[in-house]
């Protein structure tokens, strides 16, 4: 639900750019807004991807296929609508140009550096999780490919925007790495001691484990398990 909420302020971001509008507002506020939005993007797809890693089985087998090659198909599909379009209107590109804006390293009026850098962290990932078997050291080095990145491309002369919201999708895969011990520390610090209802706690855990160990297909596992997650840190929290 939150990627398509993003999708559609991105989508409102971009048609600003293409169309013109004469609402000041509308104009200012998309355009600022731009890279914050990019950002949550950004942080909640690396997210998303380390939950998938964790707990969908040859996940990381099956993402060249339903993410890298989705989404060149997809991407080449609009470069091809570009083409047409700028050969009806009369603009006209070199043949490099046109190649390279497959990959978004170039534009002929599609989106570039996003669709870059995506493809990019695609690759990272499929490299980083795949040569190295800790999950903590493959975002380790997630973040060191995107510095490279960043470096590579200030050593380009791209402009900011290639770069300066790269590492929130690393980030996010942190933060999906470390949400158990980030909860607890949550629950710790807003959940006081005599407040905590045991045995309340002990059927929430039991109520959690049984909805896990089921094997209706309808079961919600990853609400399942933050739901015994929430109920053991209470438990911890109750007998400090």
Request: proline letters at 1%; one cysteine or more; a positive charge.
């Amino acid at each position: 639900m939150l990627n398509g909420i993003f999708v559609g302020l991105i989508f409102f971001h971009h048609f600003s750019d293409y169309a013109i509008i004469g609402n000041k507002l509308y104009n200012t506020f998309f355009t600022l807004l731009g890279q914050m939005i990019v950002s949550s993007f950004l942080f909640i797809s690396g997210y998303g991807i380390f939950e998938s890693i964790k707990n969908k089985k040859d996940y990381l087998k099956q993402f060249p296929k339903k993410r890298f090659l989705k989404l060149f198909i997809n991407f080449s599909i609009a470069i091809i609508m570009f083409i047409i379009y700028n050969l009806i209107v009369g603009n006209v590109y070199d043949l490099k140009t046109i190649l390279l804006s497959f990959i978004g390293w170039t534009s002929i009026g599609n989106s570039d550096w996003y669709i870059f850098a995506t493809f990019f962290l695609y690759i990272c990932i499929l490299f980083s999780f795949n040569i190295v078997k800790r999950k903590e050291v493959s975002i380790l080095l997630m973040f060191a490919l995107s510095c490279i990145y960043i470096l590579t491309m200030v050593y380009l002369g791209r402009s900011a925007a290639w770069y300066d919201t790269i590492l929130c999708f690393p980030f996010g895969m942190a933060i999906s790495y470390f949400k158990d011990n980030l909860a607890k520390v949550i629950v710790e610090t807003i959940e006081d001691k005599n407040s905590i209802d045991l045995q309340r706690a002990e059927a929430a855990k039991q109520r959690a484990l049984d909805r896990l160990n089921s094997n209706n297909p309808s079961i919600d596992v990853e609400r399942a398990r933050i739901a015994l997650n929430k109920a053991l840190n209470r438990i911890d929290i109750f007998h400090l």
